[in-house]
């Protein structure tokens, strides 16, 4: 389980409970897409993301990142447009 800790239009902070807290996760929590690499993988068990938002949002903020900031709501749908138009062969 996660908890909101604070939310504006430019950042949400976010925690985890540890207790509830699964590492097994199959869908990036940021976008809500399936982690289908293991370059997914392996950034999901550091950062808590997908590789692609990890490149996107963590990679440049990574002590941030690691202290709870998330994208705002409108970057995240921005990227998921952009995700969407993706063809997958």
């Known amino acids: 389980m996660s908890t909101v800790?604070?939310?504006?239009?430019?950042y949400v902070?976010?925690?985890?409970?540890?207790?509830?807290f699964c590492k097994q996760n199959l869908?990036?929590?940021?976008?809500?897409?399936?982690l289908k690499s293991g370059m997914d993988v392996a950034t999901h068990d550091k950062y808590?993301?997908?590789h692609d938002c990890f490149l996107r949002f963590a990679e440049s903020r990574k002590?941030?990142?690691?202290?709870?900031?998330?994208?705002?709501?409108?970057?995240?749908?921005?990227?998921?447009?952009e995700k969407d138009r993706i063809f997958i062969k």
Request: hydrophobic letters at 35%; glycine letters at 2%; proline letters at 2%.
């Open 5 to 10: 800790l604070k939310e504006n239009d430019n």
């Open 13 to 20: 902070i976010i925690t985890y409970d540890n207790f509830n």
């Open 27 to 34: 869908f990036c929590i940021v976008c809500e897409y399936v």
């Open 48 to 50: 808590l993301c997908c």
């Open 63 to 81: 002590e941030e990142w690691l202290n709870g900031w998330r994208p705002t709501k409108k970057e995240i749908i921005k990227t998921r447009i």
